[in-house]
């Protein structure tokens, strides 16, 4: 898929915060889904958050209530703010779009599969 333009991991201490943002090459979001994946070590391809193409957030269980998926004014830059990081948040996040988001087993094949997905930016939430 082309290119999504992710910024904003890095470290932080359980309980903190941090906030990922993404601008989707071409993206028009009245047609496609968009949301952040992640995958760590020996886990799978989650699906964090997306918003339907309607802007109707959805969220994995178990993140919800502490993360929310939002876009700018254009719809053209997604985010996505982690509050109450747990150490269990650590991986690498991706932002992806498409016509349908749903979990997957792995990452490696997902940007070949979908409009957009990103470089990934990691996120490690140690003590």
């Known amino acids: 898929g082309a290119p999504a333009a992710e910024s904003g991991g890095g470290s932080v201490q359980p309980g903190g915060s941090l906030t990922l943002s993404c601008t989707p090459s071409?993206?028009?979001?009245?047609?496609?889904?968009v949301g952040w994946y992640r995958q760590s070590t020996g886990k799978t391809c989650e699906l964090v958050a997306a918003?339907?193409?309607?802007?109707?957030?959805r969220y994995s269980p178990s993140v919800e209530g502490r993360f929310s998926i939002s876009q700018n004014s254009a719809r053209n830059t997604v985010y996505l703010q982690m509050n109450y990081l747990k150490s269990e948040d650590t991986a690498e996040y991706y932002c992806?779009?498409?016509?349908?988001?749903?979990?997957?087993?792995?990452?490696?094949?997902?940007?070949?599969?979908?409009?957009?997905w990103g470089q990934g930016t990691q996120v490690t939430v140690s003590s």
């Open positions: 992806a779009t498409g016509h349908t988001l749903i979990p997957r087993l792995d990452c490696v094949d997902a940007p070949y599969e979908y409009d957009n």
């Open positions: 071409g993206f028009s979001s009245g047609n496609s889904e």
């Open positions: 918003l339907s193409k309607y802007g109707t957030p």
